[in-house]
């Protein structure tokens, strides 16, 4: 689907991309991906999101790659934001996992608007001890909730969705 509005053409050709080319990614960029997770919504803007970045070439990538599953992908992205949640600045705990969400999709949106891809990486929290050990971060202060690997696309992503009438519960027309 195509549309001359930009968010509504962005949310619609995000994809998930999970091979990067080797060009690297910028800190600049980085910045402005990070920028927009700030800006999401929160539960009374208690904004609970916390990040760290790291850039391909950090020891502490294989350490995450050797985490999950999809340590592939994790080895080839050009630099990974880890978003955590600040424990010490929680307003509802599931408030605030929905705005870290918000936060994890601006940042999608505007890795896509940018010309990199990126894939939110939920799989790697089934270890989120070994995590924040190679982190060197305390579990008393930080909770991980999510990895978003980046880079240049090397393929094009493809996935599809539901049809919106399977999805409403009550006819609004
Ligand atoms: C909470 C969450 C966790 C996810 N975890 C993973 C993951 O561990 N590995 C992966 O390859 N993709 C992961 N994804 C990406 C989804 O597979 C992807 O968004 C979905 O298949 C739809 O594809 P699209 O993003 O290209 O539209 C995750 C997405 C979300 C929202």
Known sequence: MTSENAVLKAI?????IRKFQDDQV???????????????????????????????????????A????????????????IVFLDKQNIYDYTKDCQGIGACVQNMLLTA???GLGGV?????????SEVMQGLNLDQEKY???AVVALGYPAE???????QLKELILEDYT
């Open 120 to 128: 939110w990486l939920g799989e790697i929290l089934n270890r989120d």
């Open 156 to 162: 094009k992503g493809h996935s599809d969705r539901r």
């Open 12 to 16: 619609h050709e995000r994809r998930s």
């Open 26 to 64: 910028r800190a600049d960029q980085i910045e402005t991906i990070l920028d927009a997770g700030r800006w999401a919504p929160s539960g009374l803007n208690n904004q609970p999101w916390r990040f760290m970045v790291l850039y391909t070439g950090d020891n502490r990538q294989n350490i995450l």
């Open 143 to 145: 909770q991980l909730m």
């Open 66 to 81: 050797d985490c999950t599953k999809y340590g592939r992908i994790v080895e080839n992205a050009k630099a990974l934001v």
């Open 112 to 114: 896509h608007s940018l």
